[in-house]
């Protein structure tokens, strides 16, 4: 009895190995793609919708892309660029992805970027990163955002505010490079159209009490072009209508979105009517969007009542990464020559238009103009007034022209008289 | 160089400037100079409220609470909810006191009690417990802004002379820190245990010899040091909102304010905080690049001359 | 703070087991160590007899490891754990110095790291050509430490002045001054990116940015910090600076003179902490103001803490410990609560554990019965 269970022991043993070994030889090639967002930083909160994003895009391809299983590693940053590198420095060497996803913020890519110059048989595609300077200024060839950036944002909001009969405006900005992008896009046009920015108040990032920059707001402007974003735009609009201030407001693209409207407070009628633009809006009317949300919706019960910007950027970024490689069926041989080719041809429509890129490997997208409006239960949204399409890195400008101006900066562009 | 002849020195020295600048700024743009006045004299009341406790803590337990901004977040995220769930404002004021006072308490009870004489150890608990509150707090209350909802008739703006319209809630925030300085004054000039925290802060050894139950005071004193720290968090977080972040912030302009104003002392702390509530308005308004850096220039300038701070003693 | 407040607080029975190399020398300077009597520890004949005298197995053993570790490790371990835990471990040694032996805890040790590597960029070569000189690396490199040393003693002066928790608060407020400097500044560091493309030089066709390289230049400069501290304390310089910890008022009366002294730490440690620097910013290529943000300066805090202020390993223990936990523990924990498990840790350590993770080890060993090694009388409090 004793030797026939020692028998059955071993039996099972033996068989239980030589499944898993040929389970093993049965499992689907498995590619790794490095995810990379914030979890802890001032952004923690728009990275957790980044990585949803993702998984969307992931989700509805079912897991798989090019034939292989896609499996995504997850890491994050706290917004600093050396914990961005050094993040994505893990992901590439240690966890040996072929493929890099992110990062989110603007100086977090350009680092990114750099890095990517000493890897080139590794290809980054970005996540949220909307700094000029990632493609515009030293680009690297492995480095991919099919996503527009900051200055592209703004597109199309001059021409609209000089409609409302804005002619005169005073310019509240946080003071680093985001900002210097989104004003440059808004005053390329806004300048050439004949439109005065009176004077720009830069505010050290991280400034809260905005008491003294409202005073010095001038009596005799049209409205107020305020670029800032989360907690600091919330604070300047409580604290300008407490301070009994009625200008009319153009914001920056994240100055009045998701994290800015959906504030736990009392919602204040003042913010009604401002006018913004950005890569997408709450309320697109389009199938593809409405599917999008619906998506988001029910895929993430703890996430926000519609989609972030970012979980909307790290989308279209993570989907033509899957396409591009079931485009070449998961081939990434050849220090992923291949793989590039189609990335650089890959063009689909997103749940906000059409994504493709430019020779530069930088996004060519839709900017839409948006302004803040009550929906029937009392919550607010922006609604889409304007659909500015096909918008390039050089803001509607002739190359020549764009290239004179430069990059955005606190003087740059310029229009004071 | 006497006493005397020394002070006005370094009064010319530094009013000097100030004058000349003031006259320029009144010439130049009269209702920025006075709006300007007045917010930084309302910033300075917030820091002040803030900066209390933290110095009334200091000066009795030696112990520098580097998790004075946590207790600061947690009275505003407190607040708030009783705030929504009760729609007092109030309410959640007096919330946010309890609800910091308690967690208060509780540390000096269960850990600093222990760590008697230990100052090194105690800010370094202190630093561990500053961030594990605040990632606990994240955790709670996620990354959102929380705006508060104060009664209608402080909400809104005044009008004022020369001025023209100036928030009304921050005319309060003056009014309220002036009354909570001058009762924490009285409490502490006035009364019996702030008798015994005043002995104590001069020596501690006496006031346990003279039979005085020093466990007890230390706790009432950390518990109130604690409560004001929340008080301030609504009442910070209704002129300015709260996020994950506003510890740092406002710990950092406690420290500054303490620093400059002298350890220990609640006087200390109303000069030290109209300093650097005044000096952070200003170059807000008139030099705002380097506005930030310019509150911690007058740190360094006040160090430098008196190293203890403004009113501060030795020992 | 009173010395014997400041005593009991750093002193426990992990002193008492702790080897020989970290026993307190007596107050008098010529009373040598009691493991060789009767030798002036400075210039002794026989200071290679007295050197091989001291050498434990244990000193052999982490040597060689760390000088092999880089053919057994891959190339990422090397380069992201290897050669960071050294130069972090580097500006913690600074800060181990300074408080542990100088009883001046401060926490703008980071800034001066973050000073010395944005000198480099200055003077050298960077992202911004505007800026940056164009300087050799020779000349950046050297001047960046002598800048970088003398902030530190000027943050020295005017620490100095005060004693204890104020030191802390002090050099916080200077640390965080200078954040906001290098962020709104655009003229000098740029503001908020900061300057990139900062590399370590080719020398004789060796690449140092390459991982076994750096990793090499990193251990070099960690063992020579690691044994300038251990010298310095027990030199007449350092012996004085405890002194100096323990009672000041003592040390002036008997003629020496302790602000000078305690300056002088602060620039030993700046020098330190700047050598960390530029490792810092030669590894990762950049530098901007969030490399010297609040965060980070509290996080040297954390490094020296955890591995024990008592000796100068322990700021290398902390750093591997910091370090692994920083990469490691996305795969091991819930992701997002990295920050919950390093504060709770360092609570942990801090409430029960004052010496850190060498005072653990001491104290398992005791407790595992090994005999104590004791070369200290109990100094009645």
């Given amino acids: 009895m004793r030797a026939t269970k020692r028998l059955w022991i071993r039996t099972a043993v033996g068989a239980a190995a030589a499944a898993a070994l ?12 490095g995810l990379l967002a914030n979890l802890e930083g001032p952004f923690a909160v728009p990275g957790q919708d980044g990585y949803r994003g993702a998984d969307m895009a992931l989700k509805e391809k079912n897991g798989m892309a090019g034939g292989k299983k896609i499996e995504f590693v997850k890491v994050s940053s706290d917004a600093t660029p050396d914990k961005a590198v050094a993040m994505t420095r893990k992901a590439v060497e240690q966890d040996k992805v072929q493929i890099m996803i992110g990062p989110l913020s603007g100086d977090e890519g350009i680092a990114v970027k750099n890095y990517a110059k000493t890897k080139p048989e590794i290809t980054f595609i970005n996540g949220s990163s909307g700094a000029q300077a990632t493609t515009l200024t030293d680009p690297a060839p ?8 900051g200055a592209q944002w703004m597109v199309g909001l001059g021409e609209h505010a000089l409609a409302k009969g804005y002619k005169r405006t005073f310019l509240i900005s946080e003071d680093y490079g985001f900002p210097y992008s989104q004003v440059q896009g808004f005053m390329a046009s806004y300048c050439a159209k004949g439109g005065k920015v009176v004077d720009k108040a830069w505010v050290p990032l991280g400034t809260k009490d905005y008491a003294s920059v409202i005073a010095k707001i001038p009596k005799d402007i049209d409205a107020l072009v305020v670029v800032l974003g989360g907690s600091d735009a919330v604070n300047f609009l409580t604290q300008y209508e407490q301070a009994g201030g009625n200008k009319p407001m153009i914001g920056g693209s994240i100055t009045v979105d998701q994290t800015v409207l959906n504030y736990k407070g009392k919602r204040r009628e003042s913010l009604l009517g401002t006018a913004s633009a950005g890569p997408m809006a709450d309320s697109i009317d389009t199938p593809e969007w409405k599917k999008f949300v619906a998506d988001y919706k029910a895929q993430f019960k703890d996430g926000f009542p519609s989609p972030s910007l970012f979980a909307y950027l790290y989308y279209i970024n993570t989907r033509a990464t899957l396409e591009a490689l079931d485009a070449v069926k998961g081939d990434l041989s050849n220090g992923q020559k291949a793989y590039r080719d189609a990335l650089q041809k890959t063009s689909f429509k997103g749940p906000a238009g059409e994504v493709k890129i430019d020779a530069n490997r930088n996004g060519v997208g839709t900017t839409y103009i948006t302004e803040v409006t009550k929906a029937p239960d009392g919550s607010f949204y922006n609604k889409v007034v304007k659909t500015v399409p096909n918008i390039s890195q050089t803001l509607g400008l002739p190359e020549a022209e764009f290239k004179k101006m430069g990059l955005g900066s606190r003087d740059v562009p310029d229009c004071r008289k | 160089m006497t006493e005397a002849r020394k002070r006005i020195a370094l009064w010319l020295l530094f009013g000097g400037p100030v004058a000349v600048f003031s006259v320029w700024a009144i010439a130049d743009n009269p209702p920025l100079y006075f709006k300007t006045l007045l917010n930084g004299l309302t910033l300075a009341s917030l820091y002040f409220l803030v900066a209390s406790g933290f110095t009334l803590v200091f000066g009795l337990m030696r112990n520098v609470n580097l998790a004075h901004g946590s207790l600061f977040l947690l009275g505003a995220y407190v607040g708030w909810v009783v705030g929504e769930n009760t729609g007092s404002w109030l309410l959640a004021v007096a919330a946010g006191f309890l609800s910091a006072a308690v967690l208060g308490l509780l540390m000096q009870v269960f850990i600093f009690r222990f760590m008697e004489g230990q100052d090194l150890r105690q800010t370094l608990v202190t630093i561990g417990l500053s961030i594990v509150l605040a990632d606990l707090m994240l955790w709670a209350f996620g990354g959102e802004i929380y705006t508060f909802d104060p009664p209608a008739w402080i909400y809104g703006s005044t009008v004022l002379p020369v001025v023209e319209k100036f928030p009304t809630y921050r005319i ?16 502490l000039a006035r009364t019996r245990i702030g008798m015994m925290i005043r002995a104590g802060v001069d020596d501690r050894g006496m006031l346990a010899a003279s039979g005085v139950n020093v466990q007890l005071v230390f706790a009432i004193t950390f518990a109130i040091g604690a409560g004001l720290a929340g008080l301030a968090g609504v009442v910070g977080g209704t002129a300015l909102s709260i996020s994950p972040g506003e510890d740092t912030r406002y710990l950092l302009a406690s420290l500054v304010v303490v620093i400059v104003g002298g350890m220990g002392s609640v006087v200390g702390a109303s000069i030290g905080a109209l300093l650097i ?37 030795a020992g | ?26 107050l008098s300077p010529r009373q040598a160590s009691p493991s060789v009597p009767g030798v002036d520890p400075i210039a002794s004949p026989g200071w290679l007899a007295r050197l091989g005298a001291r050498i434990r197995l244990r000193h052999l053993v982490v040597l060689v490891a760390a000088v092999a570790y880089p053919f057994v490790a891959s190339p990422f371990f090397t380069y992201q754990i290897g050669a960071q835990s050294l130069a972090l471990g580097l500006i913690a040694l600074s800060l181990t110095f300074l408080g542990g032996y100088g009883g001046m805890v401060s926490l703008a040790q980071m800034t001066i790291a973050g000073l010395a590597g944005y000198l480099v960029a200055i003077f050298g070569t960077s992202s911004m050509v505007s800026i940056s000189l164009g300087w050799p690396w020779w000349l950046a490199v050297p001047f960046a430490l002598l800048g970088a040393t003398v902030f530190a003693a000027a943050v020295g002066w005017l620490s100095v002045r005060t004693e204890g928790i104020y030191t802390i608060m002090i050099t916080l407020a200077i640390g965080v001054a200078f954040f906001y400097l290098a962020q709104q500044n655009y003229t000098v560091f740029n503001g908020f990116q900061g300057l990139s493309k900062i590399a370590a030089p080719e020398l004789g066709g060796i690449d140092f940015r390459e991982p076994v390289p750096f990793y090499f230049v990193a251990l070099g400069c960690a063992l020579t910090g690691y044994f300038l501290v251990k010298h310095l304390v027990r030199a007449p310089f350092g012996v004085a600076l405890q002194g100096i910890r323990d009672n000041p008022r003592r040390m002036e009366s008997l003629g020496f003179h302790v602000t000078a002294h305690r300056v002088a730490a602060y620039a030993v440690a700046g020098l330190l902490a700047a050598v960390g620097g530029v490792l ?25 803490v955890l591995g024990g202020m008592k000796h100068p390993i322990g700021a290398f223990i902390g750093a591997i410990v910091y370090v692994l936990l920083q990469n490691f523990a996305i795969d091991l924990f819930v992701r997002e609560r990295f920050n919950l498990v390093i504060g709770g840790v360092f609570l942990a350590i801090v409430l029960f554990s004052p010496d850190g993770l060498l005072g653990l080890w001491a104290k398992l060993r005791s407790s595992l019965g090994r005999t104590q090694i004791s070369h200290q009388k109990r100094r009645p409090q």
Avoid at chain 2, 172 to 187: D, T
């Fill in chain 3, 280 to 304: 810092m910013v030669w590894y990762n290529g950049r530098i901007s103001p969030g490399t010297v943000n609040l965060a980070q300066m509290i996080s040297i805090l954390i490094i020296a």
């Fill in chain 1, 22 to 33: 040929m389970g093993s030889a049965w499992a689907q090639e498995t590619l790794k793609i």
């Fill in chain 1, 142 to 149: 492995n480095f991919y955002r099919f996503n527009t950036e």
């Fill in chain 2, 277 to 313: 509530g005044l000096a952070e308005q200003f170059g807000l308004a008139y030099a705002p690049t380097y506005s930030v850096v310019f509150t911690f220039v007058i740190m360094v300038v006040a160090l430098a001359f008196r190293p203890r701070g403004i009113m501060g003693r």
């Fill in chain 2, 172 to 187: 309060a925030v003056l009014l309220a820190a002036i009354v909570i300085g001058i009762g924490l004054w009285s409490f």
């Fill in chain 3, 1 to 26: 703070m009173s010395a014997s407040q400041w005593r009991r607080a750093m002193n426990s029975a992990a002193t008492a087991a702790a080897p020989s190399t970290a026993a307190r020398p007596p």
